[in-house]
């Protein structure tokens, strides 16, 4: 049985289209992650399915029910940038929202499961970033819900933080609970989701497992070499290349294939300051579905002319050539 | 039970939030005082002469009682419904068990609470630095509670109107300052302009200001004015609830 489902969905501020027809279904024990660029109509989705915001058209229901009749009680949210009330302790936060329901989770139990329970009687006011995301995260979890929404769960969390609110994530779906989130990480994406849903300008523009995007956006392995030579130079190496701004790229190449245009390269006597070697992942397909490919490259330059500048996140999953895959 | 404990919940959270911001406890009490002891003590009533603050000192009681009831709960609860919305927490909240109305009853709780120590404090400081004769009666607890309540309830619906906490003081002091000097509380009907009178009717304040003063300074009955004051409560904490945002 399908926990969410959205058929057709329109949303409009003003003349923006925040969602524009947007339809999908997220089955019972699934994760699904929702991505985009800022406006993308992340937020409005999630609020639609929450019943915080009202389509314009189209049906959207939880568990079977539209948002105003489900069970609030089966529901768990953290919408984003959610700021609780600033002077009580991390525990009275988490007793607070449990004072809510009929039936809830131990406090001190909560508090554990999102790494809360050294810093339980700090003021929300005076935790760290991070603190403050995960303590969020235990309201959202107390009543031990059927269905989580997570609105950027782990925006300004340091990496171990997100590490936990990661593998919260993963055992509550484990438990059998389905959860939809936001994320501009697309590595979480990547970890913790079932599928994932690409969003721009109100349209899931693509839907599917992180492996499935990947093979068919994600464009092809690759090895890229610091060189001023051009593309000839991989002479009789039968990889698809292209020379580029200091770099020559050769496409299609896997690990096993390095040592061949090493040889090509040697051969040709071309010197060459670094070898990197590249799969594609979840933010390939984001670029690629965004139309933002050449951001990811200081200095790159796009077919239009237009000089990417911001130095991408995640780009940390190529691997010097030699290594043999991914670090 | 259940509502029951849910808004013990949210009145408990709300109750320690206010307790730990020092300068909104300090200045909460501290507000009515300040009033006290400058048109109470300083500028003092003058029974023989003419103009404001003609009356015997204990007709003014009802006045310094409608400050706190009338200011605190408009800005404290305006305030807190743009605070909440600016931090999500309506939207977090229109996904748990508490309804709205659930939600302003634990804030009227609170701000019965903080109101009631701060008439009690008031009763005694106008005790202790004007020489008003005042009687004390049962009705009074009542009537502020209701009091607090209707103005809670105007509060959530300026909170709801307001795009802003800043826009949210602005309203209320527009609101209440007109409506304190015309309800019968410093300023005596037959000072009034003959216009201003049906507006004094009005005024939700007056019934609050007459019924005070039936029972603290004419020893009267106070029935008729809390009866209107409960129906005014009444309609001023439902339309509040509803006011309450829960989508955007």
Same mark, same amino acid.
């Given at each position: 049985m399908d926990a969410l489902v959205a058929d057709d969905v329109e949303k409009r501020y003003g003349g923006t289209a925040a969602l524009d027809g947007v339809s999908l279904s997220v089955a019972e024990g699934e994760v699904f992650a929702l991505v985009g660029p800022n406006g993308a109509g992340k937020t409005t989705f999630v609020r639609a399915l929450t019943g915080t915001t009202r389509p314009d058209a189209g049906e959207v229901s939880v568990l079977g029910e539209s948002p105003a009749a489900v069970d609030e009680s089966r529901l768990g949210v953290l919408p984003q940038s959610f700021s609780p009330p600033?002077?009580? !302790?991390a525990r009275e936060l988490v007793d607070y929202y449990a004072g809510l329901y009929d039936d809830a989770r131990g406090t001190d139990d909560v508090l554990a499961s999102v790494g809360m329970a050294d810093a339980a009687d700090t003021w929300y006011e005076n935790l760290s970033g991070g603190q403050q995301r995960r303590t969020c995260l235990g309201v959202a979890l107390v009543n031990d819900p059927d269905v989580l929404f997570l609105?950027?769960?782990? !925006?300004?969390?340091d990496p171990a933080g997100r590490r936990t609110v990661q593998e919260q994530v993963v055992d509550l779906a484990a438990g059998g609970a389905t959860v939809l989130l936001t994320t501009h990480d697309m590595a979480e994406a990547e970890r913790v989701a079932d599928r994932v849903g690409f969003l721009a300008d109100g349209e899931l523009i693509a839907v599917g497992s992180p492996a499935a995007l990947v093979r068919e956006h994600g464009g092809e392995r690759r090895l890229v070499v610091e060189t001023d030579a051009d593309a000839d130079a991989l002479g009789d190496a039968d990889f698809a290349a292209e020379s580029r701004d200091g770099e020559l790229v050769a496409y299609g190449v896997d690990p096993a294939d390095i040592g061949v245009v090493v040889r090509a390269l040697d051969d040709a006597g071309v010197a060459y300051s670094e070898l990197v070697w590249t799969q594609p992942d979840l933010e390939d397909v984001y670029l690629e579905l965004t139309g933002d490919r050449y951001a990811r490259r200081p200095g790159a330059v796009a077919p239009g002319g237009e000089v990417g500048t911001e130095p991408a996140a995640g780009t940390d999953r190529g691997a010097e050539a030699g290594t043999g895959g991914d670090r | 039970m259940g509502a029951l404990a849910r808004v013990g919940a949210e009145a408990g959270a709300a109750w320690r939030s206010f307790v730990r911001r020092r300068t909104a406890v300090f200045f909460t009490f501290f507000f009515p005082v300040i009033l006290i002891v400058i048109f109470g003590a300083l500028v003092r009533t003058d029974p023989t002469g003419a103009g404001l603050f003609t009356e015997p000192a204990g007709y003014y009681v009802p006045g310094y009682l409608a400050v706190v009831v009338l200011f605190t709960p408009l800005s404290r609860v305006g305030s807190t419904v743009a605070r909440q919305r600016e931090g999500n927490r309506f939207e977090k909240l229109a996904t748990t068990p508490l309804t709205r109305a659930e939600w302003l009853a634990a804030h009227t709780l609170v701000n019965v609470a903080i109101i009631g120590i701060a008439s009690a404090l008031l009763l005694l400081v106008i005790a202790l630095i004007t020489d008003a004769q005042f009687a004390l009666s049962a009705w009074l607890a009542p009537l502020i509670a209701l009091g607090v309540a209707l103005f809670c309830g105007v509060g959530a619906i300026l909170g709801a109107v307001a795009d802003s906490q800043d826009g949210v003081i602005a309203a209320s002091n527009t609101i209440a300052l007109p409506m304190l000097f015309l309800a019968e509380t410093f300023v005596t009907p037959d000072l009034l302009p003959s216009y201003a009178l049906p507006l004094v009717d009005l005024l939700p304040l007056t019934y609050f200001s007459r019924g005070v003063r039936a029972v603290t300074y004419y020893g009267s009955s106070p029935a008729t004015d809390a009866a209107i004051l409960a129906a005014l409560a009444l309609v001023g904490f439902a339309v509040g609830a509803y006011a309450i945002p829960r989508t955007d």
């Open positions: 600033a002077r009580l !302790t609105d950027e769960p782990t !925006t300004g969390i | -």
